[in-house]
Nanobody, 124 residues
Framework: QVQLEESGGRLVQTGGSLRLSCAAS????????MAWFRQTPGKQREFVAG????????KYVDSVKGRFTISSDSGKNTVYLQLNSLKPEDTAVYYC?????????????????WGQGTQVTVSS
């Protein structure tokens, strides 16, 4: 099993920034890809960004390209999501996820482990 714990979500004003963290523990050697998803009430969970522990180009949903940056620190088993130029439509619960896939999936079904989520609220 792999445990994921997110932190960093909070209330922020439009145009502001914040950094989310996801600390992984347990059998982390079984995971190759980490990602951030987000979800708002009544909507499906949406892929935001993903990265492989081994390096390579990260992947982003178009709506966050140029504003969000995903990074990882394998020594700390931690993945980060830097959110800049935040908009009210970025308001959501942000979830960290881990997959055994060598490529970066964008669909929730390919991720085996999930965190509990952290709330990001962007005020207008």
């Amino acid at each position: 099993q792999v445990q994921l714990e997110e932190s960093g979500g909070r209330l922020v004003q439009t145009g502001g920034s914040l950094r989310l963290s996801c600390a992984a523990s347990g059998r982390t050697a079984s995971t190759y890809t980490m990602a951030w998803f987000r979800q708002t009430p009544g909507k499906q969970r949406e892929f935001v960004a993903g990265i492989s522990w081994g390096g390579g180009s990260p992947k982003y949903v178009d709506s966050v390209k140029g504003r969000f940056t995903i990074s990882s620190d394998s020594g700390k088993n931690t993945v980060y999501l830097q959110l800049n130029s935040l908009k009210p439509e970025d308001t959501a619960v942000y979830y960290c996820a881990a997959s055994g896939s060598f490529v970066i999936p964008t669909m929730t079904g390919f991720y085996q482990f999930w965190g509990q989520g952290t709330q990001v609220t962007v005020s207008s």
